[in-house]
């Protein structure tokens, strides 16, 4: 495997994640409360996303897009998430004007569910949005096989 | 019998894109060129060229057959056969064709050629390209053609892939207060043979992985993991490694989420490969102990 994979980078990334996150927690004997379950498991995917996000800098849209989400979480910077969303609004309807021109209309509707679902996909139009959701997907697949071993090998030992 | 070449190129894009189109029967075609003679000289200002029989030229292109020759054979070859009488027009093709940095389209018979629909074709087949990629991506989707129930397949994927996620980091959350695990990862993907002299159980290698070249980043994971003062259980790793390869989404014990959290999940109505298996994890997890009872999540 190339040491400087998309996988390798978000392995590292996100194994130090983690044993951030484990040493904070207090190693309990019993079994620990669910809200303190709910909180790592916060902190977990808001570590697995970061790592992902990171791994890919800002080559992609959907990454640029997840990690300007993630920094701007904190309820502080609630100017600058107006900011945001009224650029994103902007710039969607523009794309959606256009898009919505052509004869595929009968696209849009899924595209529009795309959009959200891809993250920083408001403002594409279908084309862009599909390469992006091409290596989202490939980047998601990476993500859950990393998680997944992770998941397993924790559970054995 | 003639074959012509055009070479396509667009300028506007980041990555060029070179379209060679042979046609090799070009005697059948000849006849239905003919209507697009008077179009075309309107065009003339647009330096747009229209073509027919893309769909042969895609299965040419798809054989292999990757001839991009200069611009100079089309002029030669093809006019005279096909033009009757529009020299001033094939003039105007010569000079277009003359002129590599334009779009070279040709428009199929019966269908508009000026330049908005043009480029308008040329959106849509870059759109049906990047369909046919995430079809390859998405497994399951060999069947379904059609954008619209392409989409939705890669919709619900999508959403199950991020769903996956959420339930991964969720188990890794209530499994694993214990800092022994990364070193497995990293074996599953990369050998080192140089880390052996830290990890004396390290020979039980999966023989598969013994061919990747030594990964020097390791260090850091190094560093960390000798901070936390972890002690490598090896041994297990050569089975946790073999499962993983085989069942990537596997559950055999039972999670500690409660029922309430899957209702969303099983809206999924599984009809792919990946769909059984994601089904068999949630059928798992139902039947499986819950230790966390008072657990509700939002998903």
């Not at chain 1, 790592?51 to 640029?64: C, D, H, I, P, Q």
């Not at chain 2, 390791?218 to 390869?245: H, K, Y």
Request: hydrophobic share 30%; proline share 5%; charged share 30%.
């Amino acid at each position: 495997m190339n040491p400087s994979s998309l996988k390798s980078r978000f392995t590292t990334r996100f194994l130090r994640a983690l044993t951030k996150i484990n040493a904070h927690k207090p190693i309990s004997s019993s079994s620990p409360g669910p809200g303190e379950i709910f909180q790592r498991y916060r902190r977990i995917k808001v570590a697995a996303d970061k790592s992902m996000a990171y791994s890919v800098r800002s080559r992609r849209t959907w990454s640029r897009a997840t990690l300007w989400r993630l920094r701007t979480r904190s309820p502080r910077s609630r100017l600058a998430t107006h900011a945001r969303r009224s650029w994103v609004k902007t710039r969607s309807t523009r794309a959606a004007s256009h898009g919505k021109e052509k004869k595929e209309d009968g696209g849009t509707v899924e595209a529009e569910e795309l959009r959200e679902l891809v993250p920083g996909g408001e403002a594409m139009d279908l084309c862009n949005l599909l390469d992006e959701t091409a290596h989202y997907i490939k980047c998601l697949t990476t993500q859950l096989d990393i998680l997944d071993r992770q998941e397993c090998t924790s559970r054995e030992l | 019998m003639h074959a012509r070449s055009w070479t396509c190129q667009t300028g506007r894009k980041s990555h060029p894109r070179v379209r060679p189109w042979v046609k090799e029967k070009m005697s059948s075609a000849v006849g239905r060129e003919s209507f697009k003679k008077r179009k075309v000289e309107k065009l003339q200002n647009s330096k747009v060229v229209a073509e027919d029989d893309s769909k042969r030229i895609k299965a040419n292109e798809e054989e292999g057959e990757s001839k991009i020759t200069g611009p100079n054979t089309n002029k030669s070859s093809n006019k005279k056969k096909e033009t009757s009488g529009d020299t001033s027009k094939e003039n105007s093709k010569v000079s277009d064709v003359q002129k590599p940095d334009y779009i070279h389209v040709r428009a199929r018979r019966g269908q508009a050629t000026d330049s908005h629909s043009l480029a308008e074709r040329v959106r849509r087949e870059k759109i049906s390209e990047r369909m046919k990629y995430l079809q390859d991506l998405v497994p399951g989707c060999n069947k379904i053609t059609g954008k619209a129930g392409m989409l939705d397949e890669i919709i619900n994927y999508v959403q199950s892939l991020q769903r996956q996620v959420e339930f991964l980091s969720m188990k890794l959350a209530t499994v694993n207060p214990r800092l022994d695990f990364n070193i497995d990862n990293l074996y599953a993907k990369e050998v080192f043979p140089s880390c052996t002299t830290n990890f004396p159980t390290v020979g039980n290698m999966p023989p598969e992985l013994a061919n990747h070249p030594p990964y020097v980043h390791f260090n850091p994971i190094q560093q960390v993991v000798s901070d936390c003062g972890v002690e490598m259980g090896i041994n297990s790793s050569d089975m946790a490694l073999r499962r993983t390869i085989s069942a990537p989404v596997s559950i055999p014990d039972a999670s500690f989420l409660d029922t309430s959290c899957f209702t969303g999940m099983q809206q999924i109505q599984p009809s792919a490969t990946w769909d059984v298996e994601l089904q068999s994890l949630y059928n798992v997890a139902f039947t499986g102990s819950i230790e966390a009872s008072g657990l509700k999540m939002e998903m």
